[in-house]
């Protein structure tokens, strides 16, 4: 700034301070200050400016003279939520109130909290430049382009319209806010999402998870188990996080599918259930939400050491028939490796007037649903090994034994299964006597 320029605003200046301290005293006299202040010929009232125009003496950077024209603009800020890699896009509507005709070319600034010009270059804008007339109403198309590698972060930017500057300030007076926050696109994909399973205390379990690398270039990954904090007293499983062991390799390359091995040792005295997480610290990153992470959820069974005891009675001498069921599932979906999953089975017992009598299976049933496996998983992790999976398996047990009247103890040993149902009956020549269930 030359020295005339600099003699002219020095008057300004010491003007303005004047006026500052006039309204200062006001307060200060009255008690009171209703939130309007009066620079040139613009009223600033709760965060909004009131008249068209005002003498700022600064445009484009430059002590100057001149009035400025506040023209209307709506919406006045616009927030979006992007993954990386798409796109989004709105519309803002210019009103020219002057009375002059305007050529507006907008264009996307920094504002004083974004510190980088990110979105300037994911943006477009439509028209580029047009002329609007003096009341007129011009619509904008304003296009976000993310790109795949762009980081998580909330984005700020604001679209000028004019290059009108507001006093001693960057900020644009004729412009709309525009706030972004980007989601990172994932780097990988997980066969699943979790991996939940009923354990017996004392074995040790191995589980194979396929992850594939869907970013463009190749990725680091370190796989680290971390217990939920929500843990109470019903997680009793007894097991650090470091004794579970995961084998997997350090890097993927673009495209590629690897496996990732978990294994899992049960402690004899494990009860209750363990819940948490491995964490895949992609590239060394902090996870922000982008990149999936594998659960973790077991549950210890802990097989009964005496069986289930049912006393009943009968009245005839009708044949009686035992039913005894449970119904199953695999719940690691196929995930697991070993041991493999043993079929349920029931040790029964069946006294009459405190004596042991012969009872054992005349029929056993199994019943179940098959889906295709690409009903739980992408298409990509299908193997052998988990293009089928059966839901819910229905086990049942049938007994006979002759009958006769008098007091009956039925003993139920179960194994491999967590739960399970029975029904007594004794048969008569006019109806079903149904004992028990």
């Not at 043993?342 to 405190?354: A, G, I």
Request: proline residues 5%.
């Amino acid at each position: 700034m030359d020295k005339t320029n600099s003699l002219k605003v020095m008057p300004r200046l010491l003007g303005m301070l004047l006026c500052l301290a006039l309204i200062q005293a006001a307060c200060a006299q009255t008690g009171q200050f209703d939130g309007n202040l009066v620079f040139g010929n613009v009223t600033y009232e709760n965060g909004t400016y009131e008249n068209d125009t005002f003498d700022t003496g600064f445009i484009d950077g430059n002590v100057t003279d001149g009035n400025v024209t506040v023209h209307t603009i709506n919406p006045t800020s616009f927030s979006m939520y992007m993954v990386a890699g798409n796109s989004e896009k709105f519309t803002v509507s210019f009103k020219n109130e002057g009375n002059e005709t305007l050529v507006v070319t907008p264009k996307v600034v920094s504002t004083s909290n974004s510190g980088n010009d990110t979105i300037r270059s994911w943006t477009t804008i439509s028209p580029m430049n047009v002329t609007v007339e003096p009341g007129a109403l011009q619509d904008f198309t304003v296009n976000v382009n993310v790109p795949r590698d762009a980081e998580s972060a909330n984005y700020q930017a604001a679209i000028a319209f004019t290059d009108d500057l507001f006093p001693y300030s960057t900020e644009y007076v004729n412009s709309m806010k525009l706030d972004l926050f980007v989601q990172a696109s994932p780097k990988i994909e997980l066969q699943a999402s979790s991996i939940s399973d009923t354990v017996k205390a004392g074995q040790e379990y191995e589980y194979r998870m396929k992850i594939k690398n869907v970013a463009d270039k190749d990725i680091t990954i370190d796989p680290k188990v971390n217990r939920y904090a929500y843990a109470n007293s019903l997680d009793t499983f007894a097991l650090s996080d470091d004794a579970i062991v995961i084998s997997a390799p350090s890097v993927i390359k673009a495209g590629d599918i690897a496996n990732i091995i978990i294994k899992l040792p049960v402690p004899e005295n494990a009860t209750g259930s363990y819940n948490g997480y491995i964490d895949m610290n992609v590239d060394k990153k902090a996870n922000d939400g982008s990149n999936p992470q594998i659960g973790l959820y077991f549950n210890a069974m802990q097989q009964p050491t005496v069986p289930y005891v049912k006393i009943f009675n009968t009245t005839t001498t009708a044949p009686i028939a035992i039913d005894i069921s449970t119904d199953t599932y695999d719940p690691a979906m196929g995930l697991r490796i070993s041991p493999k999953n043993e079929e349920p089975s029931f040790e029964v017992k069946l006294k009459y007037n405190s004596q042991f009598v012969s009872i054992y299976p005349t029929k056993i049933t199994q019943t179940s649903n098959v889906n295709t496996g690409e009903y739980y998983f992408p298409a990509w992790a299908l193997d052998d090994s988990t293009i089928y999976q059966n839901t819910n398996n229905h086990y049942v047990e049938t007994y006979a034994v002759s009958g006769a009247i008098g007091t009956w103890e039925l003993q139920i040993m179960p194994k491999n299964t967590a739960s399970f149902g029975y029904s007594i009956t004794s048969e008569n020549q006019d109806k079903n006597q149904h004992i028990s269930k």
